[in-house]
């Protein structure tokens, strides 16, 4: 298909960007409270989706990277999940719940007037899912957690429509905060069809997921994963 040219040159920022990334050292590491080896050889694999080679990159990861290019122009990391500990988990849930609770949500159209993804952060308080997901990312990142835990990911919901979520890369599974819901679920009890989201190396690369995320249920056994 081909690409109209705003597209083409937004398409090729992002591929700047990502081979920028490659080629930087890694940051100074971060709170070592939070971090963990990325390794699945202890774990379920059920508790974490497994993922493929690099997919497309969301129209709106691109274009918020064309406008807040400080948030995209970081180095390639290596990949870490957050340890889950009954304080990173309480963490985990006020961020998310204050989110949910500090975001008026709004249509993509009705907020922007525009049918294109317009991703950012709820400078007026207002925002659909992405704006939330992207705003609880924040957060999380100032709370000490490393950015390589920290997910974008596209779904589709329980009406089979376009969703974006948050996941975090956890040394127990992958989690997810949902402004649909307040509760801190795994990634395998929200029923979601997942399609895509961000490399824990590399923000600015997505990778193929194409898995059904279980089916929806509750999740009332926190307590007996964290530490």
């Known amino acids: 298909m081909r690409?109209?040219?705003?597209?083409?040159?937004?398409?090729?920022?992002?591929?700047?960007?990502?081979?920028?990334?490659?080629?930087?050292?890694?940051?100074?590491?971060?709170?070592?409270?939070?971090?963990?080896?990325?390794?699945?050889?202890?774990m379920d694999g059920s508790r974490s989706a497994s993922v493929g080679g690099s997919t497309s990159v969301p129209y709106g990861w691109i274009d918020f990277c064309h406008r807040r290019p400080k948030e995209c122009k970081v180095p390639a990391l290596p990949a870490a999940n957050v340890k889950l500990t009954a304080r990173t988990f309480r963490i985990l849930k006020r961020i998310n719940q204050k989110a949910n609770s500090a975001i008026k949500p709004v249509s993509n159209f009705d907020h922007w007037g525009t049918m294109a993804d317009h991703w950012d952060y709820p400078v007026d308080g207002k925002g659909d899912c992405k704006i939330y997901a992207l705003y609880k990312r924040k957060l999380l990142q100032e709370a000490g957690f490393p950015r390589q835990a920290l997910l974008m990911t596209v779904v589709r919901d329980l009406n089979n429509e376009g969703h974006t979520i948050l996941t975090v890369k956890t040394d127990k599974g992958d989690f997810v905060l949902d402004n649909m819901v307040d509760q801190i679920r795994p990634w395998n009890a929200t029923g979601y069809y997942f399609l895509k989201r961000q490399s824990q190396q590399n923000p600015n690369v997505w990778q193929s997921v194409n898995q059904r995320g279980g089916t929806p249920k509750t999740f009332a056994n926190a307590a007996k994963l964290v530490d």
């Open 3 to 42: 690409h109209s040219p705003v597209l083409a040159l937004l398409l090729g920022f992002v591929s700047l960007i990502g081979a920028a990334s490659l080629l930087a050292s890694p940051a100074s590491a971060q709170s070592t409270l939070f971090k963990s080896r990325s390794t699945q050889s202890s």
